[in-house]
Each structure stands twice: as structure tokens, then as C-alpha cells.
């Protein structure tokens, strides 16, 4: 994954992603009604900072989505974004099991901000499963920052591979 990236947060992003979890509070899109909350203004849902993903270049699911990287042009006779030829458009993500998803947030995400995203890894470690062989978890932290280098949130993702396919 690209250690760092910038994620750029506005309201229409902020609307999309509450529609697509089915959240109607206004607070994450109506600008009068959230102005009159303690908050002062419009913020992201809880766990808007997910999204960010579209804006990593490396992303290690970016080319299962086909979503060229920034600034690249695609391959002539290839449509923007496609998997590289003889190649399958990302990962083999036949072993790998997405395994928790923390968020921790020391100031609301607002309209406006521009974050910078950076990663590194967390702890690792392992245990016996029951039918996938040895387990590798391993955490990867982001932390959020704004233009002033202040935290705004921090994500921890738990990943898992598994020593072999799962068998039916």
C-alpha cells in the first residue's frame, strides 16, 4: 500500500456514502439543520474514512475495481483501469480474510478538509485455525492528518491469510 496519499472530504461524498448505508440523519448532509447542532456543521458518518481507498494509488483492491491509478493512461487497446495484460486485475485473494476494522476519531471529519493518509504496520501475529492451516494476522494503522499536521483520525485494519485454502 502507498504509505501516503491525500483524501480530499466534501459534502457530496459525505451524502453518498450515508445513502449507501441507509443513514437519513441530517446531521451528515443537511447544512442548516447540521449548522444548529452542537457539532456546528455538516460531518461524516463514522466510518466515512474507509472511503479514502478510492483515493490510494496502491490500493491492493483498486485494480479488482478497475480504477486506473492517477496520472497513468491505459495501455493502448485496454480500457482505462483493465488488468494489465495476462494479468487478473489484482490480488489473489483466495487465502486473505479481512478480519476487524477500528476507527478512532479525535476530531469529526468535515466538508472541506483535505487529509493526508499515512500507513504502517501494526502488530502481527499468528494462531492455528481449523481449516485453513496456520493463521497470519497482521494490522496495518493509518492515521489521518489535516493541512496542519493535526490527528484526525486513526484506523486500524486487521488482516488474515491463511496457510491454505479453505477446502468445502
Do not use: C
Not at 50 to 77: C, E, K, Q, T, Y
Not at 95 to 101: A, P
Not at 122 to 131: I, T
Amino acid at each position: 500500500m502507498s504509505d501516503e496519499y491525500r483524501f480530499p472530504v466534501d459534502l457530496t461524498s459525505i451524502l453518498l456514502f450515508a445513502s449507501a448505508l441507509g443513514e437519513t440523519n441530517p446531521i451528515y448532509y443537511d447544512e442548516e439543520h447540521a449548522a444548529r447542532t452542537p457539532l456546528g456543521g455538516v460531518i461524516a458518518p463514522p466510518t466515512f474514512s474507509i472511503a479514502s481507498a478510492h483515493w490510494n494509488p496502491d490500493h491492493p483492491l483498486r485494480g479488482v475495481r478497475r480504477i486506473p491509478r492517477p496520472g497513468h493512461a491505459p495501455a493502448s487497446g485496454r480500457p482505462a483501469g483493465g488488468p494489465e495484460p495476462g494479468g487478473g486485475g489484482g490480488p489473489n485473494l483466495t487465502r486473505v480474510l479481512h478480519g476487524e476494522q477500528r476507527f478512532e476519531y479525535h476530531r469529526p471529519l468535515r466538508p472541506g478538509m483535505v487529509l493526508h493518509a499515512s500507513s504502517h504496520p501494526g502488530k502481527s501475529w499468528a494462531k492455528e485455525g481449523r481449516r485453513g492451516g496456520q493463521m497470519r494476522f497482521s494490522e496495518r494503522i493509518t492515521e489521518y492528518r489535516d493541512g496542519n499536521g493535526e490527528l484526525v483520525v486513526t484506523e486500524t485494519s486487521v488482516g488474515i491469510v491463511t496457510g491454505k485454502a479453505v477446502e468445502s
